[in-house]
Structure formats: C-alpha cells, structure tokens
C-alpha cells in the first residue's frame, strides 16, 4: 500500500492505517530510536507511541512523505526519552558526542526557528546544503545527524576508517555553519 493510500485511511478514521503504517515503517523507526537509546524495551515504546502520535495528527495534518513523518516523531521521542533517562547522570555514550557536534548549529538558529518563514528559509537552506554535498558525503551527514548512527556504523557502510568519517563530517559542518552565517544567522 502506497503513503498516500495510508494517509487516506487516517483520515477514514480507519485503525487499518496503523497497521499498513506499521508494516511499512516498523523496522526504520525501531532503528533510529536504537541508534540514540540503546535499549530495546525503550526502543519499542517509542515506536509504539510513534503509531499513537501519528494517529492523533493524522488529521489534520496530511504529511507530504509519510517515512519523513514518522521518522520525525520517533527520532524526537526517543531523544526526549534519552534526556529524561539521563536527566541526572551524565552518560559517555554517541549521543554525547552528537550533541556536542551540533551544538553550534543549534546556537545559530536557536532564537529563529520557531519562526515559520524563517523555518522555510532554514528548511531551502539545508536543501541547498545537502544538494551541494557529494552522494557519500550527503549520506554519511544524514546517517550521523538524522539517523544518529555512530561513527564506527558509517564507518563500516562506507568502508572506510573512522577517522576519515570524523574528517568528512567536520568539513560538512563547516560548510554548514559558512552558509548558515551568508545567511544571517549569527551563533554564539
């Protein structure tokens, strides 16, 4: 069944929608919630409450790509849930060093995000800024901050050594940040 079809049965209020949803998107969802929890009890509530979530806005939302959506809404449970889990303690783990990397990212467009037309700006900016990246280059920067895989993991996809991961990914940030200061927006 194709994404539009599932769409149509959410807005049928028919329970078929999470189901075809699930059979579609389990595996990708479960993978990028374990990618930033390391847990598969925790993994699994997250995708759970990804069918939830998605039954509760679908409508009125219609999602242009269906995967995007659900992937957005389990990437951002599971990161809510690592926070939570590690509220009081600080944890040596990938998550850390993903953190840490975006950080400045998140400095520059913090204090504008919210705002929608420069949410449509940023969203053609980061457009344009992967367009720019080779194919390799592309992949290896969604893998490590939207699927939040680890360096070793991308390393392996790409059969390369780690440090030539860590390299490619710097100067993409790099990148990032020039075009992201063109634009106007400033960071700390």
């Not at 939830?52 to 659900?70: A, G, K, M």
């Not at 940023?122 to 969604?142: A, C, M």
């Amino acid at each position: 069944m194709d994404d539009s079809q599932i769409i149509n049965l959410y807005f049928a209020r028919d329970e078929n929608a999470i189901v075809e949803t699930k059979n579609k998107y389990q595996n990708m969802c479960y993978r990028i919630a374990q990618n930033i929890l390391y847990n598969r009890e925790d993994s699994e509530e997250c995708v759970n409450d990804t069918w939830l979530f998605t039954w509760n806005n679908i409508p009125p939302r219609r999602p242009s790509v269906l995967s995007s959506f659900v992937s957005k809404i389990t990437r951002n449970t599971a990161i809510d849930r690592y926070r939570k889990r590690n509220a009081q303690k600080r944890v040596d783990s990938h998550m850390e060093d993903i953190a840490g990397e975006v950080e400045k990212i998140g400095n520059v467009i913090s204090s504008d995000i919210e705002d929608y037309l420069k949410k449509k700006e940023l969203v053609k900016l980061f457009d344009f800024f992967l367009g720019k990246l080779s194919e390799r280059d592309r992949d290896i920067f969604i893998r490590r901050y939207w699927y939040m895989d680890p360096i070793k993991k991308i390393a392996d996809r790409h059969a390369c050594g780690e440090s030539k991961i860590k390299s490619i990914l710097a100067r993409s940030r790099k990148k990032l940040y020039g075009l992201l200061k063109e634009a106007g927006y400033e960071g700390e």
